[in-house]
Every structure is written in structure tokens, then in C-alpha cells.
Nanobody, 127 residues
């Protein structure tokens, strides 16, 4: 059974940083890739960024470009989202998802193209 689980969310002041983690079981990120989405209250799920490990293709939403970084360390089935210079507009539930790669940018940005999802972790940016 494939499971993804996010962790690392919480309350942070504007301008601060958080690092989210996504642990995969029953599935290896090593042969594939991953993406992050977020959903604020009353809004649709929004693409944040995605990356294919083999080939190194990646894409970030314009709203987070230069502030957020997706990474995968070593051979662990772990994916990370480093979030810097956070603002109130970044407040949302953040979800990780497994991506079948290779994938085009058009594929990466659509939630329906991801087969497996975590339950989400809340990120609140407030003073």
C-alpha cells in the first residue's frame, strides 16, 4: 500500500522559513518524482512546485519561484520543500504527491496527474 505523509508544518512569522518533509512508503521516489500543492480556505488546490529526479527537470509556480526549493536527499524515500521568506499569502494546507516521470510542465501543474497524495500539513504565516 502506497502512503505519503507530510510533516514540518506550523506557525511561522512573516519573513521566516519552514522545511516540510514528505515520507513515502510502498513507493520509491528514486525512480520517479514528486510535487507539492497547497490549498487555502475557500480556494482550489494550487500547484507549488514539482521535480523529476532522473533528468532533473523541475518547475515552480511563479508565486514561490526563488523562495521555495524542492529536494530529495540521498536514497531516502523522502522529499522536502524548503520555504523561505514566507508571507501571509503562503498560509495553506500543503500536500505532497507522487509524480510519474518524465513529466512535462503541463503535466506537473495538474493535480489529477498525481496518483498518490499525503494528508496535508498546515502552514500558517502570521505575526
Amino acid at each position: 500500500q502506497v502512503q505519503l505523509m507530510e510533516s514540518g508544518g506550523g506557525l511561522v512569522q512573516p519573513g521566516g522559513s519552514l522545511r516540510l518533509s514528505c515520507a513515502a512508503s510502498g513507493l520509491t521516489f528514486a525512480l520517479n518524482g514528486g510535487g507539492w500543492f497547497r490549498q487555502a480556505p475557500g480556494k482550489e488546490r494550487e500547484f507549488v512546485g514539482a521535480m523529476c529526479w532522473a533528468g532533473g527537470s523541475f518547475f515552480y509556480a511563479g508565486s514561490v519561484q526563488g523562495r521555495f526549493i524542492i529536494s530529495k536527499e540521498g536514497a531516502e524515500d523522502m522529499m522536502y520543500l524548503q520555504m523561505n521568506r514566507l508571507g501571509p499569502e503562503d498560509t495553506a494546507v500543503y500536500y505532497c504527491a507522487a509524480l510519474a516521470c518524465p513529466a512535462s510542465i503541463a503535466t506537473m501543474v495538474v493535480p489529477a496527474n498525481y496518483d498518490y497524495w499525503g494528508q496535508g500539513t498546515q502552514v500558517t504565516v502570521s505575526s
